[in-house]
Nanobody
Framework: QVQLVESGGGLVWAGGSLTLSCAAS????????MGWYRQAPGKQRELVAR???????DYKDSVMGRFTISRDNAKKMVYLQMNRLEPEDTAVYYC?????????WGQGTQVTVSS
């Protein structure tokens, strides 16, 4: 059982920055895909960024060039650096990891971007 705990959300003005962090309870190997998803009110959960061993990170088109995903396997952490935030980025952000074919999710952290 892997537990994920996100932190770093909050309220920010449009154009500002936030860094989300996700701490895993168990050792996460570089072969385990990790990512960030988000869900806005009334919308489906969507992939924001994903990092997988041996591949370039994947990003949702609308965040390309503004968001950067990174991971530190030794610290069991994954991060999402978010720059030039827009009101459309407002959502609950969830950390995700897949281990042995099982999907694990964090509890989510709220990001609100005000114009």
């Amino acid at each position: 059982q892997v537990q994920l705990v996100e932190s770093g959300g909050g309220l920010v003005w449009a154009g500002g920055s936030l860094t989300l962090s996700c701490a895993a309870s168990e050792t996460i190997f570089s072969s385990n895909p990790m990512g960030w998803y988000r869900q806005a009110p009334g919308k489906q959960r969507e992939l924001v960024a994903r990092i997988r061993s041996g591949r370039d990170p994947d990003y949702k088109d609308s965040v390309m060039g503004r968001f950067t995903i990174s991971r530190d396997n030794a610290k069991k952490m994954v991060y999402l650096q978010m720059n030039r935030l827009e009101p459309e980025d407002t959502a609950v952000y969830y950390c995700h990891v897949r281990v042995s074919g099982i999907d694990y999710w964090g509890q989510g952290t709220q990001v609100t971007v005000s114009s």
